[in-house]
């Protein structure tokens, strides 16, 4: 197998995502293209909510700390702690595969297929006015630290989207403090 034709034919990230997804511990990898092609459509799921995210936040939604968070809020939020633990700890073991997979599952099946799809009501039709500015800013504050938790295993399309990011608090995503 030669990597640069994975990288030509998919992508540099979805390849590194492909490879990283299947490096189990302890055992040899069985290499399937499935999986480079899966950080292929992952990367444009990625793309997708960001560009949706950045359509419902602005620089003054990241201003200040919201007070009065949904349970929704708290719940995603108390998700991405989980998950930033979890991958802090399979990274540290060098589980990169552990890592990715449990950021894959957080940021596909909590974050955009259950919060975004919520807060987008809210955003829309809002109860209140506090209400709506908290679902943005949890949806900002979200993104930003799944984009660092992805940084080191799609580096390519996490900082192109950083750099387009309302309120982003930094130069480049690299420099960003890791989240613990």
């Known amino acids: 197998i030669n990597p640069i034709d994975l990288v030509i034919k998919y992508g540099a990230d979805a390849t590194r995502f492909g490879l990283l997804w ?15 092609l899966a950080g292929k459509k ?36 108390e998700d991405l702690e989980k998950t930033v633990k979890i991958a802090n700890e399979s990274i540290s073991k060098f ?10 599952h957080f940021f596909w099946h909590k974050f955009c297929d259950k919060y975004i799809e919520e807060a987008k009501e809210r955003i829309k039709n809002p109860k209140s006015e506090e209400d709506k500015k908290t679902a943005q800013f949890v949806l900002w504050k979200v993104l930003l630290d799944s984009l660092k938790l992805l940084h080191p295993f799609i580096p390519f399309v996490t900082e192109t989207i950083y750099q387009k990011m309302p309120g982003r608090p930094g130069r480049a995503l690299i420099a960003e403090k890791w989240p613990e």
Do not use: C, H
């Open 22 to 36: 299947q490096a189990g511990e302890g055992q040899d990898m069985r290499f399937g293209e499935a999986d480079i």
């Open 42 to 77: 992952f990367s444009n799921k990625i793309w997708n909510a960001s560009r949706f995210v950045f359509g419902m936040i602005d620089e003054n939604t990241v201003k200040e700390m919201p007070q009065n968070f949904s349970e929704t809020d708290k719940e995603i939020l």
């Open 95 to 104: 589980r990169f595969d552990a890592a990715i997979q449990e950021i894959y």
